[in-house]
Nanobody, 121 residues
Framework: QVQLVESGGGLVQAGGSLRLSCAASGRTVSVYAMGWFRQAPGKEREFVAAVTWSGDITEYGDSVKGRFTISRDNAKNTVYLQMNFLKPEDTAVYYC??????????????WGQGTQVTVSL
């Protein structure tokens, strides 16, 4: 079992920045890669970013490349998503997820509760 708890969402103006955190716990947490997904109202859940346990491989969705950075601190079992140059279209509920260690954009069924990010004009 893996437990995930997100924090750091909020309201920000377009062009601003936010950092999301995801605290992971559970005996098998180190087996997985970790990722962020988001879901806007009326839209399907979208892949945002993922990182391997070692941190040596990262992957990003096309819509966030060059603006978002994923990282992890294994000593704290925490994954971060630094979001810069935010746009109104980034508004969504952001979810942390455990992902496949070999195909890091594929979730394996462990999800956090989600944190709301709202970007205003």
């Amino acid at each position: 079992q893996v437990q995930l708890v997100e924090s750091g969402g909020g309201l920000v103006q377009a062009g601003g920045s936010l950092r999301l955190s995801c605290a992971a716990s559970g005996r098998t947490v180190s087996v997985y890669a970790m990722g962020w997904f988001r879901q806007a109202p009326g839209k399907e859940r979208e892949f945002v970013a993922a990182v391997t346990w070692s941190g040596d491989i990262t992957e990003y969705g096309d819509s966030v490349k060059g603006r978002f950075t994923i990282s992890r601190d294994n000593a704290k079992n925490t994954v971060y998503l630094q979001m810069n140059f935010l746009k109104p279209e980034d508004t969504a509920v952001y979810y942390c997820a455990a992902t496949n260690p070999y195909v890091v954009a594929v979730p394996v069924g462990y999800w956090g509760q989600g944190t709301q990010v709202t970007v205003s004009l």
